[in-house]
């Protein structure tokens, strides 16, 4: 089993920057596909970013690309979210999640772990 606990959130001001983390346990954090989501209050879970395990290539969605970065050092067994440009309608909660697969995947299901999330809230 794998465990996953994020952190790194905050309040910021709108075009301002967080880095969030996800620190993995339980089991090797290799061979772990990782990827970022988000929800809002009255809103689904969304996909953010991922990075695969097989060759390390990364995906966003179009709301973010260009602003948030995906990376991760597995000798810390972490994955992160570099955020920059942050604008309002980015404040969310936001979850690290864990499939196991040597590729990701850009919906919810397709996810095997979950950390229990980190708020992030852009002011305006």
């Known amino acids: 089993q794998v465990q996953l606990v994020e952190s790194g959130g905050g309040l910021v001001q709108a075009g301002g920057s967080l880095r969030l983390s996800c620190a993995a346990s339980?089991?090797?954090?290799?061979?772990?596909?990782m990827g970022w989501f988000r929800q809002a209050p009255g809103k689904e879970r969304e996909f953010v970013t991922a990075?695969?395990?097989?060759?390390?290539?990364?995906y966003y969605a179009n709301s973010v690309k260009g602003r948030f970065t995906i990376s991760r050092d597995n000798a810390k067994n972490t994955v992160y979210l570099q955020m920059n440009s942050l604008k309002p309608e980015d404040t969310s909660v936001y979850y690290c999640?864990?499939?196991?697969?040597?590729?990701?995947?850009?919906?919810?299901?397709?996810?095997?772990?979950w950390g229990q999330g980190t708020q992030v809230t852009v002011s305006s």
């Open positions: 990075i695969n395990w097989i060759d390390s290539r990364t």
């Open positions: 999640a864990a499939a196991r697969s040597l590729y990701s995947g850009t919906g919810p299901s397709e996810y095997d772990y």
């Open positions: 339980g089991r090797t954090f290799s061979r772990l596909a």
